[in-house]
């Protein structure tokens, strides 16, 4: 967006991560951690261990289009492959935990918010990771919507479903076919989307971190280094 408003040489530098921290591991290895810290209770650890983990971390809350997450609860409620980890914290949390309860969603489970060194566990217990946004393309904030969890599941190696209309979102995941892109959600079936990711769990996954290096300290380095150069 600035780029092409001033004859002034940018350099966009965006979120920034460090690739040795947030990395790919073993989801026995990330549950183990998290019961140890006392986070998740066994019961839960087996259910988690046991399906395929569709994961969101961060706020919970309508101006970042967390109301989504009910339409996937509702449209997966009774295919018990599939088990949703949310973990943060909002305005919006208790009372889809009351709508979750009420309607017997018993694929939905509820954490945190935990510390953020805990992050990297937590996002390695997902098997595919969700992200929400505003979903008004107008506002210019929703255009160009880049929240550091999208950064944090990429380096973790984590295939991405993200429901809005980010432009910045949209040419990541599809450049480095790290995931799908819905834009409108009340017209398609989560579910397609979730299996054709599985068919290709192994390649969505190496192609997201793949996509990782764009984030790299090593990367930020090199780039302010020419522009320093001049």
Known sequence: ????????????????????????????????????????????????????????????SKTIGSDILLKLFEELKDDEKFVFFIVGEGPLKQEMIHIVKSRNMNNVIFAGP???????????????????????????????????KFVEYSACGKPIIYIGPSRVLYHYIKKYNSGFVIENIHDVSVKNYLYKILINMHKFAENSRKMSQCFSYNLAKRELGKLLAG
């Not at 261990?49 to 961060?58: D, E, M, P």
């Not at 990771?129 to 506002?139: G, I, K, M, Y």
């Open 114 to 148: 935990f510390p953020h060194d805990l992050m990297k566990y937590v996002i390695n217990v997902f098997d595919i990771a969700l992200v929400t946004s505003f979903q008004d393309p107008r506002h210019f904030s929703t255009r160009y919507w880049f929240p550091k």
């Open 1 to 60: 967006y600035l780029s092409g408003r001033t004859s002034v040489p940018i350099v966009i530098i965006p979120h920034l991560i460090d690739l040795s921290e947030f990395k790919p591991i073993n989801k026995d290895e990330a549950l183990s951690m998290l019961e140890k810290m006392r986070c998740i209770v066994p019961e839960f650890k087996e259910k988690l261990r046991n399906r395929v983990v569709l994961g969101y971390v961060g706020l919970i």
